[in-house]
């Protein structure tokens, strides 16, 4: 069962702490990205991976950090750095970057 | 400036009725255009893509249709059901490699559908 898995569904984060976004890819996909939604807004990018051990800032990158060890795995970290981490997070992956992105699920991201 | 722009905002129709999104975009160069449905709390699903020779795409009572020339797009959904209720995002696609922060795909902000009984 292919697929681009995304968890948890839902994570509290309290003030000052770091939390981790899991998102993992059974699609053979070079290409993951993650993105923040908001309400009322498009999608913005936070971070992309073209390969492993390679990634590049978004256009919101500030307060985020990402790391592409494996293929498959694209894990996002939302540091205490970022002061307004309440939203939709969504990681997608492609085969390349000009190919259709696959979405994972979401993760909803609650600031306690 | 790279941007899409959709309307309407959100919109509320009856069951089996028709219905038409539109997405205007200032994007170049243009590659693809992709229309999503993203389902309340889910991830986006590609519905349809299109490139610059294409006018006219469809999936089931889905229906794309693409003007080059005048850079909009349209997506038209035909006797609608419950199961339409979502956001629609319409999404360009840059020509060539990476392009800094923004990346390769520009995303509207979508228009939500509401189907009611």
């Known amino acids: 069962d292919g697929g681009i898995t995304q968890s948890p569904k839902y994570l509290f984060r309290k003030e000052g702490q770091n939390v981790t976004l899991s998102c993992e890819q059974n699609?053979?996909?070079?290409?993951m990205y993650w993105y923040r939604q908001d309400p009322g807004q498009g999608l913005r990018l936070i971070y992309y991976s073209q390969i492993v051990n390679d990634f590049q800032k978004g256009d919101i990158a500030e307060g985020y950090s990402v790391s592409r060890e494996k293929k498959e795995s694209f894990p996002l970290t939302v540091t205490s750095a970022q002061k307004n981490p309440t939203a939709f997070y969504l990681c997608a992956s492609s085969m390349g970057t000009l190919e259709t992105q696959y979405f994972g699920p979401g993760t909803r991201l609650l600031v306690l | 400036k790279n941007q899409v722009e959709q309307s309407p905002q959100s919109l509320i129709i009856l069951e089996g009725k028709n219905c038409t999104l539109q997405c205007n975009y200032t994007v170049s160069p243009f590659s693809n255009l992709r229309w999503y449905k993203q389902d309340t709390g889910r991830g986006p699903v590609s519905l349809t893509i299109m490139t610059f020779s294409e006018n006219t795409k469809s999936n089931g009572r889905y229906t794309a249709t693409l003007d080059a020339d005048t850079k909009q797009s349209s997506l038209h959904i035909t006797a609608s059901q419950l199961s339409d209720s979502a956001s629609y995002i319409c999404?360009?696609?840059?020509?060539?490699?990476?392009?800094?922060?923004?990346?390769?795909?520009?995303f509207g902000k979508g228009t939500k559908l509401s189907v009611k009984p």
């Open positions: 999404v360009v696609s840059l020509k060539g490699p990476q392009r800094g922060s923004q990346g390769n795909l520009i």
């Open positions: 699609l053979n996909h070079d290409a």
